[in-house]
């Protein structure tokens, strides 16, 4: 076990069954996450985005924790967290869902993984959905159980992470169509393995079932990887942002609605499915949304690194909202943002302005996500 005056290691936050293996590979930093350090630092944050797009990189995500939903009322169970529709949703399938409260305020987006019939995975991002799970169903008259199970996901992501699945996984990997799953053994290793991630990029997700197992599956993948050239990583904030996807807590949180996020495809308020915020998001539909998220260019030289706080966003003096997600993109040699302004100033072109620290920078709305817009890339 590395120890480092930098690390603030205790009992109360849990280390991922990748912990060792990633140290080992040259992690220098960590952030927490679900109660569970990630590794965020694995030198430049330019290079480990350059290492994803031209290549593959292989991300610690085991704070991607699991709620298990099963029993013989789970999928009404499920139905009732999220407004998207699963009616098709078929078994060995995953779909992007969002988790809102009676008001219609988001509480998380995580991919849910249909494994049976009645058997689920919400697999998260940063928020105790364990227990607003858990606290939904003593009420709600249904047969549910809901844990937290032993499962601890990787994510290979990049151009070659096909070339390296079957290599790990042999041919019958490529009928893995984007957004399915399929369950494997890797020499007893016991996985489920998805085309899903969290970098708009070719990509995979591996689930790991036995935490006791994670130092020999790491080691497995970077080895397999080694003449494609996979490095070990971190989730690319650049390429996610350049993706126009969400991090929760930073571009969106309890006081959001889906539709400030655009978000009304995962939103169902035709048809008779009943899920919590019903009644609240039928209201602010029709009220109509206040603010919206945008992307933003910053017209200044490149940022040194991601927003560490909230930049207040203006017109004419006047605070209109806040940019959420900043970063500069060495691709597109621009600097570019998710913000969350009023409604009113959210039209293409706008002419802004930003307040960074003590200084006002010109800024302008504009097109998101700012690459790949269609999502070619991550479902080719």
């Not at 937290?148 to 390296?164: A, C, H, K, R, W």
């Not at 609240?280 to 009220?287: G, V």
């Not at 600097?335 to 800024?363: F, P, R, T, Y």
Request: proline content about 5%; some cysteine; overall charge neutral.
């Amino acid at each position: 076990m590395m120890s480092n005056k930098n690390f603030g290691f205790g009992t109360q936050i849990r280390k991922s069954p990748y912990f060792n293996a990633t140290v080992r590979w040259g992690a220098k930093g960590f952030s927490v996450y679900n109660h569970m350090y990630i590794p965020r630092d694995f030198g430049s944050p330019e290079q480990n985005f350059w290492n994803l797009i031209e290549k593959s990189i292989l991300c610690d995500v085991a704070v991607e924790r699991q709620v298990e939903i099963t029993g013989p009322d789970a999928y009404k169970f499920i139905q009732l967290l999220t407004p998207r529709d699963l009616s098709k949703l078929s078994i060995g399938q995953c779909k992007y869902v969002l988790i809102v409260n009676n008001e219609g305020g988001i509480l998380n987006d995580p991919v849910l993984l249909r494994l049976g019939e009645n058997h689920f995975w919400l697999s998260l991002a940063d928020s105790d959905v364990l227990f607003w799970a858990q606290g939904v169903a003593v009420n709600s008259g249904l047969n549910v159980k809901i844990s937290e199970p032993d499962v601890s996901p990787l994510q290979l992501q990049g151009p070659t992470s096909g070339e390296i699945m079957v290599k790990l996984f042999g041919d019958s990997i490529k009928d893995l169509k984007y957004y399915w799953l399929k369950e494997f053994n890797l020499d007893g290793i016991p996985l489920i393995v998805s085309r899903t991630g969290w970098s708009s990029e070719l990509g995979y997700e591996l689930y790991l079932r036995d935490g006791t197992k994670g130092d020999d599956l790491y080691e497995k993948i970077m080895e397999a990887g080694k003449e494609h050239g996979l490095k070990p990583g971190h989730t690319s904030s650049i390429r996610r942002i350049e993706g126009g996807m969400l991090s929760y807590h930073a571009d969106a949180d309890i006081n959001t609605n889906p539709f400030e996020l655009g978000l009304d495809r995962l939103v169902n308020l035709e048809s008779e499915i009943n899920f919590i915020g019903k009644d609240a998001l039928k209201k602010i539909k029709q009220d109509g949304i206040k603010r919206k998220q945008v992307g933003i260019e910053i017209d200044c030289e490149p940022l040194s690194g991601p927003n560490t706080t909230f930049w207040p966003v203006l017109n004419d003096q006047k605070n209109i909202g806040k940019i959420t997600s900043a970063v500069y993109s060495p691709r597109l040699k621009k600097n570019i943002a998710l913000a969350m302004i009023d409604v009113d100033h959210s039209n293409l072109g706008q002419k802004l302005k930003v307040k960074i620290d003590e200084n006002v920078i010109n800024c302008s709305v504009v097109e998101k996500p700012f690459f790949d817009p269609k999502k070619k890339i991550a479902s080719s």
